[in-house]
């Protein structure tokens, strides 16, 4: 007979050693069964075991069970209140903050995950990128989402095998049945402790339920910086629902050049040459568990075709720099065959862009393939000191390709306005762009959306209060930016539609003397000519070129919006009879306080022209800006009966 090895000084029936159990058996639904156990082993150990001191002895009243119950349960009562201590100091002393739908990723480089030249596949870091954007869109919704756009993403950092990728994603904000998703993609160096920004991103899901339609729960926002991100968030999607028309309005309405028949055709590749095709299975790994195709692994699959077209124009192993932005046209499932086709569409001098267009159809089943996904990927080749190189030109075919070709370079002047104008911070902007059809939709969304990126700023100070009208103060490291707010007995729409009229701004600011409409845009945007009288000791009046933007609510307590700021226009460049003055960022924003009661607020980031009449009202030296406001006020009650026919559309 073998004997049995001893068993540790806690078996038995009762607790008779201060050593606790293994963690691992502590599960709350199992401790009799597992208290049972253990009694029906120590009854067939050999008798050279020592008894068990009684449970009087050790201070313990009550059969096994409730002793095995107790002590787990008082230890984990200890931890949770100890955590739940550590969390609400926490979120009293505001540190410790964590978005609840913010999503962490981290995943470490290896040799499989690298293309040839030992980096991360841009085809992998998209799959790693949709994957947490997706969790936390399902965090939020509840239910299963699938990808429905990606927005521009600019990568300023390739990842070496064996580093780490550091991922984030938190919802922006959500809609009806949709949601922005902001990522932050970060690499990091567990040597030398290194970090770098790789890139970020703006992904939009829908959530989706079989049986029941989905109205998505709203967002909370508790920083400033989430305040910010969620009033922005409605301007972007206005944007991305303008991309498509913006395209083609600009593909119909500007004429492109190009010097095809002036280059050396010797010197030329086929863009022939550069055509990848190939076929994908989609299998249960490729989808969610509703059988749709990861939108990651889609964009995986067309970054693998467009960086071998890429590599067939340049013979080399290319960069991908930027993927446009791009909608998801409808969903795939498992079992679907994806078609993905490539070609080079225009070579520039030192980067080149690549078309990648997916279908899918299913063997048998269907005559004709559905379009999934059209994106444009613009590639670069660096060299041994990581510098573009010079590209070979490209010959399209006629036809279709020419236009493509044609069409590459209209998108290149689009991807400069939008990373020029969309994606650079406001400082780094100069206060007047220029103007014209190709930028106007981003121009408007910069509008916009700086003028509620200054409302969100949580650093404002009251100056001053007087007859309820309140002056604050905000000062930034290059800006002194002043904010006048008030409460009208006046309906908020109406207040909007009359403020938002800029040719009846003489009739209440004396620092508009006239003003004329240049350019009706569209509904919601207009250019206007303003001249104002010469403030201090300027001996020339001032003139500004002004684009109107205005924008209504997009859901409860959002405020109605008209922005201001400056742009430049051919046809009304700066005189000598005038000094040409330059707005950056003011407006108006309203708020509904009750019935026929609004809140209206005025903002304004001052320029270096405008900044000693600013710092002269608010030292409280003038009293303009009062003055100002209140014959805003009555301009209000005296009109907000009398809305202009053509405003009443709005």
Known sequence: MIDSPPLPSWCGRHFHCQTPPPKVWCLSGSTTILCQVLMSMYRKLPSRLPPPPPCKQLGLEGPTTWGFASVFSSRMSRKSASHAEKDDGAMAGGEGYRNPTEVQMSQLVLPCHTNQRGELSVGQLLKWIDTTACLSAERHAGCPCVTASMDDIYFEHTI???????????????FNSSMEVGIQVASEDLCSEKQWNVCKALATFVAHRELSKVKLKQTTPQTEEEKTEHSVAAERRRMRLLYADTIKDLLANCVIQDDLESRDCSCMVPAERTRVESVELVLPPHANHQGNTFGGQIMAWMENVATIAAS????????????????FRGPSQVGDRLVLKAIVNNAFKHSMEVGVCVE???QGAETQRRHINSAFMTFVVLDADDQPRTLPWIRPQPGDGERRYREASARKKIRLDRKYIVSCKQTEMPISVPWDPSNQVYLSYNNVSSLKMLVTKDN??????????????????????????????????QAFLLLSDLLRRPEWDKHYRSVELVQQVDEDDAIYHVISPALGGDAKPQDFVILASRRKPCDNGDPYVIALRSVTLPTHPETPAYRRGETLCSGFCFWREGDQLTKVSYYNQATPGFLNYVTTNVAGLSSEFYTTVKACEQFLLDNRSDLAPSLQTL
């Open 160 to 174: 070496s095998v064996g580093q780490v990728v550091n991922i984030k994603a938190k919802v922006n904000r959500a």
């Open 312 to 327: 067939r124009l340049c013979r080399a192993h290319p960069t991908l720099k930027t993927i446009e932005m791009f909608h």
């Open 360 to 362: 899918a159809y299913r």
């Open 460 to 493: 404002w100070v009251l100056s001053s209060e007087i007859n309820q009208v309140r002056l604050y103060t905000l000062e930034d490291d290059k800006f002194l930016s002043f904010h006048m707010e008030m409460l009208v007995q006046v309906e908020t729409i």
